[in-house]
């Protein structure tokens, strides 16, 4: 089994500024601010973390519990740190000190924004929020999924691009996954046909239940016309991928969202119906 190393969310360098908070706190605090969202610590033997600070060793015991390439695990761990800010700073004092200019500017570098009021928030947020751990290599899936994260809000031909790539890569994963040969000179409508065929999501192979009613029907169809639709406006020079004479004119933001959100949403049919225990498609496979 090949691993896949996952993509950090949050940086070491970040962790670090958050973690030296710690040292003017007592262990209590430290302990209650990471519990107070969930997060335990792990057991002290697998505790890799040296320091002769107990505070930040007490941080840290529950810092490495935290998948950080998990964004479910990271919306709460930053959570964490907005309470660590807060407990941490004097409201009365004026004007940035220069260890919050510090945890702003690595935030920042690692795509997140500090507000005034405190709240941290994504400036462009992870577009694919599922644990692909499960899978036996989803590197190919994360290197599309950084692209968008990186171009969505500054780069659209790019982010239309790595939107294209993403389902592209997503097929081929799931292919691989369920042992089905893989046609490497398929284009991207014959990859979508026969990866959905296989997890049994198209129209004419869906079974009795709510994946054969009408109006899944409707929507198994509408998935494929989503999918090729973002292979074809990636096609038509929207997208990066190709050398054009000319750039495309009048792209903005907004189509890079529709068409990243569009190729989120078939992404997210493919993955999750590959990892549904009871979807359809396991039967042929008992």
């Avoid at 795509?111 to 989803?138: C, F, H, N, Q």
Wanted: include cysteine; hydrophobic fraction near 40%; aromatic fraction near 6%.
């Amino acid at each position: 089994m090949t691993t896949t190393a996952r993509r950090e969310l949050v940086s070491p360098a970040t962790l670090r500024a958050v973690r030296s908070l710690a040292t003017d706190l007592t262990v209590r605090i430290v302990a209650e601010l990471w519990e107070a969202h969930g997060f335990a610590p792990v057991a002290p033997d697998e505790l890799k973390y040296q320091d002769t600070g107990q505070r930040r060793t007490e941080f840290m015991h529950y810092a490495e519990g935290v998948n950080w390439s998990d964004p479910d695990q990271v919306r709460r761990a930053l959570f964490v740190f907005e309470d660590f800010i807060r407990e941490f700073r004097d409201p009365n004092q004026p004007g940035t000190p220069k260890w919050l200019e510090d945890i702003r500017v690595r935030l920042e570098r690692d795509g997140l924004v500090l507000d005034e009021s405190g709240k941290i928030m994504w400036s462009a947020p992870p577009v694919l929020a599922r644990d692909l751990s499960a899978l036996t290599d989803a590197s190919g899936i994360f290197v599309e999924l950084e692209r968008i994260r990186r171009d969505l809000t500054t780069d659209p031909h790019g982010a239309i691009g790595a939107a294209k790539q993403l389902i592209e890569a997503t097929a081929k994963t799931a292919l691989r996954e369920l042992s089905v040969p893989i046609d490497k000179n398929a284009a991207l409508p014959a990859l979508v046909s026969t990866v959905q065929k296989a997890l049994k999501l198209d129209a004419g192979s869906a079974p009795d239940g709510p994946d054969g009613s009408k109006a899944v029907k409707k929507i198994l169809s509408g998935s494929v016309n989503i999918a090729v639709g973002v292979a074809e406006l990636r096609n038509q020079g929207f997208g990066s991928g190709h050398g054009m004479a000319s750039a495309p004119s009048g792209l903005g933001v907004r189509h890079a969202r529709l068409t990243v959100n569009a190729a989120v949403t078939w992404c997210e049919l493919i993955l999750d119906t590959l990892a549904d225990p009871a979807a359809p498609w396991r039967r042929d496979k008992a």
